[in-house]
Nanobody, 124 residues
Framework: QVQLQESGPGLVKPSQTLSLTCTVSGGSITTKYHYWNWLRQSPGKGLEWMGA???????YSSPSLKSRTSISRDTSKNQFTLQLNTVTPEDTGVYYC????????????????WGQGTQVTVAS
């Protein structure tokens, strides 16, 4: 059984960088042909796909966030990480990591494994 667990700060100040890590157990992030994604849901908004890293280490980012987003991985720890630069209060929400067979998917049913989500609040 694959399990994903997000970790990171719950509170970030505006203009700072948010860094979140997803730790995967029960399966390797290098296994073909899985894509490891970051999504978020802000208050009153739908699920937003942010970016992904695939089994080979290639990365994909939402065009609306590409200039502020960086995704990387540590295969020795079976983890992948999201960095979101220059955060604003509009970046407040619940952040999820999830596995799928593609990148860019926006329906919950497109993902077969999810982390429980972590609340991130951007405030001074």
């Amino acid at each position: 059984q694959v399990q994903l667990q997000e970790s990171g700060p719950g509170l970030v100040k505006p203009s700072q960088t948010l860094s979140l890590t997803c730790t995967v157990s029960g399966g390797s992030i290098t296994t073909k042909y899985h894509y490891w994604n970051w999504l978020r849901q802000s208050p009153g908004k739908g699920l937003e796909w942010m970016g992904a890293i695939d089994y080979s280490g290639s990365t994909y980012s939402s065009p609306s966030l590409k200039s502020r987003t960086s995704i990387s991985r540590d295969t020795s720890k079976n983890q992948f990480t999201l960095q979101l630069n220059t955060v604003t209060p509009e970046d407040t929400g619940v952040y999820y990591c999830a596995r799928a067979g593609l990148w860019g998917l926006t329906r919950r049913s497109d993902y077969d494994y999810w982390g429980q989500g972590t609340q991130v609040t951007v405030a001074s």
